[in-house]
C-alpha cells in the first residue's frame, strides 16, 4: 500500500470514529503546534538586549537567536515532505514537538550564546517541519468547497500570533527573567503534542524509506548558513576578512550548486522551471520583499522601543499587538479585494504604504509618543494586509495545475527566506549604523563644542551636590556623557536602517508594476 492510500485509510478511519467533527480536530490540534511555534519565533525579539546584557555582545550577535530561528525553519521545510512519507504525519509532528521542547531547555539553560543559538536551531527545525504538515493536513480532511474557510482560520491563527509574540515575552521577562521565555509555549506545545496523537493520521512503521535529494538539501542548508553567517558576522570579523570573504564564497558556491542540481533532478526540491513565468517571478520578489519587512520590524520595532524609548519588555511588545490586530480584521476585506480587482493593484498600494510607514519610523527618536509607534506599525501592517492574499493569488494563478504543489512550496520557502534574510540584515544594519555615528559624534567633541562643555558642567554641579568625591566627579560626567553619545548614535542607527527599508519597498514598486503589464494578471 502506497503511502498517500495509508494515510487516506487512515483518516477515513478517524471519520468513522468522530464523525465530521474530526475535520475541526486535527485542525485545531495542527493549529496549536503551529502557533506555539510562530509564537516561539516572535517573542524572542523582545528579549534580545536582555541577552546582550547577559552573554556581554552585541546586538549583530544576539540578533542569531531570532536568524537561527528563521534560517532553519526555512531550510527544514524541505525536509518534511520526506519526513511525512517516511514516519506519517501524526510520527513527524510528535518527534518535532519533542525536539522543540528539547530546544526550549537548551535555550533556558544555556552558558553561552553559542548554545543558546544551538537550542533555537533545534526549535527552528521543529518549526518548518510542523508548518507545512499542519497545512497538508488541513487540506486533506476538508472537501475542496469547504478548504478556503478552513485554510482562512489556519491563516488567521499563524498571522495573529506573531503580533502577540513580543507582548508574551515582555511579560514573562519583566515577571520573571529572559530565560523563562523558552518555557511559555510549552502548554501549547503539550497541549497540541496530546491532540496530536489523537487526532493527527498515523502511517505504518516501516525500514523502507523514500528517496531523498540528501545533497541538493545539503547544497541549500550550506548556502543558507553560510551566507547568513557572512552576514551576520561581518561586523565582527571584518567585511574584507579572509573569514568573511570564505563564508560568502563557499555560500555562494553551494546556491549556484544547488540550483544546478535541481535543474537535473527528476523529483526537485524547489522546482526552478516555474520561474519561467515571468508573473510568478515578480510575485517571488514582492514574496521576499514582504517576508523580509515583516519580520524586520518585528524584530526592530519592539528592540527600538526598548533600547532607545526606553520601555519596559511588556510596553515594548505591546507597541505590535494593535497592529496585529488590525492585520486580522483586514483578512476578509483583502480577500474580497484579491476577487474583485486586478491583482497588481493592491499590491502596488501595498508597496505604497509600507514604505511610507518604513519612512514615518525613520523619523522616530526618543521623544515619539507611544502611540504614534503603534500607529506606524499599524500602518504597515495594513500594507501587509493588502499584498498577502493577492501575491499568494498571482503565484498559485500563474503556474500549471499540475505544478500547484511545487510553486506553493517554492512561494512559502521564498517568502519564510525573506523573513530571515530581514532579520539579519536589518540587525547588522543597526550595528552598523550605531558604530559609523558614535564615531562621527565623537570626532565633534571638542572645546569648542559649547553644548556638550554644558553638559559636562550640569553633570559635575548634580554629582557635586550628590556628596560624590571631586576626584572621581570628572569620570562621571564624560561617562554620562559618552552613554549620551551612544544612544544618539543608536536612535541614528535605527532611523538609517528604517530609511534602508522604506527604500527597498519603493524599490519592490517595480515587480509589482510589472505584474499590470503582464497578461492575465487578475
Known amino acids: 500500500m ?28 495542527g493549529l496549536v503546534g503551529s502557533m506555539s511555534m510562530v509564537l516561539s519565533g516572535t517573542m524572542v525579539n523582545v ?45 513527524t509532528y510528535s518527534l518535532a514537538l519533542l525536539l522543540f521542547c528539547l530546544g526550549a531547555f537548551v535555550c533556558a539553560a544555556a552558558p553561552n550564546i ?5 537550542g533555537r536551531i533545534m526549535q527552528g527545525i521543529s518549526a518548518g517541519l510542523i508548518q507545512p504538515l499542519v497545512l497538508a493536513t488541513v487540506v486533506m480532511v476538508f472537501p475542496a468547497e469547504r478548504r478556503g474557510m478552513a485554510i482562512g482560520v489556519y491563516g488567521m491563527g499563524v498571522t495573529l500570533v506573531p503580533s502577540f509574540g513580543p507582548f508574551v515575552g515582555g511579560l514573562a521577562i519583566d515577571a520573571m527573567s529572559w530565560r523563562d521565555i523558552f518555557f511559555v509555549p510549552l502548554p501549547l506545545v503539550g497541549i497540541a503534542f496530546i491532540l496530536g496523537v489523537l487526532f493527527m493520521p498515523a502511517k505504518k512503521l516501516s525500514f523502507k524509506f523514500p528517496t ?3 545533497l541538493g538539501y545539503l547544497l541549500v542548508a550550506v548556502a543558507l548558513m553560510c551566507v547568513m553567517s557572512a552576514i551576520g558576522n561581518g561586523q565582527r570579523w571584518g567585511w574584507s576578512s579572509d573569514s568573511t570573504l570564505l563564508f560568502f564564497l563557499v555560500g555562494a558556491f553551494a546556491a549556484i550548486l544547488f540550483v544546478y542540481t535541481q535543474l537535473r533532478a527528476e523529483n526537485p526540491l524547489l522546482d526552478f522551471n516555474v520561474f519561467k513565468d515571468l508573473r510568478f517571478t515578480s510575485a517571488m520578489f514582492i514574496a521576499f520583499a514582504f517576508g523580509a519587512g515583516n519580520f524586520a520590524t518585528n524584530y526592530a520595532i519592539p528592540v527600538f522601543a526598548q533600547t532607545v524609548q526606553g520601555f519596559t519588555p511588556t510596553d515594548a511588545g505591546l507597541v505590535l499587538v494593535p497592529a496585529g490586530m488590525l492585520l486580522v480584521a483586514l483578512v476578509p476585506l483583502a480577500g474580497r479585494l484579491a476577487d474583485t480587482f486586478p491583482s497588481h493593484y493592491p499590491i502596488m498600494a501595498g508597496c505604497i504604504v509600507f514604505s511610507a510607514a518604513a519612512f514615518l519610523l525613520s523619523g522616530t527618536d526618543v521623544n515619539t509618543p507611544y502611540w504614534t509607534i503603534a500607529i ?26 499540475a505544478k500547484i504543489n511545487q510553486g506553493a512550496g517554492t512561494y512559502n520557502f521564498i517568502r519564510q527566506m525573506g523573513g530571515a534574510f530581514g532579520v539579519n540584515l ?14 562621527s559624534l565623537s570626532f565633534t567633541q571638542t572645546y569648542d563644542n559649547l553644548q556638550s562643555i554644558e553638559i559636562l558642567e550640569l553633570i559635575r554641579e548634580i554629582l557635586l551636590g550628590g556628596g560624590i568625591p571631586e576626584d572621581t566627579v570628572n569620570q562621571g560626567a564624560l561617562d554620562y556623557l559618552a552613554t549620551v553619545i551612544y544612544l544618539q548614535a543608536q536612535t541614528f542607527g535605527f532611523q538609517d536602517t528604517f530609511l534602508c527599508i522604506c527604500v527597498a519597498f519603493a524599490i519592490a514598486f517595480i515587480p509589482a508594476w510589472i505584474l499590470g503589464r503582464t497578461r492575465g494578471n487578475n
Open 376 to 401: 506606524f506599525a499599524m500602518l504597515s501592517r495594513s500594507a501587509i494586509g493588502l499584498v498577502m492574499p493577492n501575491m499568494g493569488k498571482v503565484a498559485m494563478s500563474s503556474i500549471p495545475p
Open 2 to 29: 502506497s503511502p498517500e492510500a495509508d494515510t487516506n485509510r487512515e483518516i477515513e478511519e478517524k471519520f468513522r470514529r468522530f464523525g465530521p467533527s474530526y475535520r475541526w480536530f486535527v485542525t485545531v490540534g
Open 47 to 91: 528579549a534580545v538586549p536582555s541577552i546582550m546584557g547577559a552573554f556581554g555582545v552585541g546586538q549583530d550577535l544576539a540578533q542569531w537567536v531570532a536568524t537561527a530561528f528563521l534560517t532553519t525553519m526555512v531550510a527544514s521545510q524541505l525536509l518534511n515532505s520526506w519526513m511525512v512519507q517516511a514516519f506519517g504525519q501524526r510520527t
Open 212 to 214: 531523498f535529494d540528501w
Open 114 to 118: 553559542e548554545t543558546l543559538i544551538l
Open 426 to 439: 536589518t540587525a547588522v544594519s543597526i550595528e552598523m549604523q550605531t558604530v559609523h555615528h558614535a564615531d
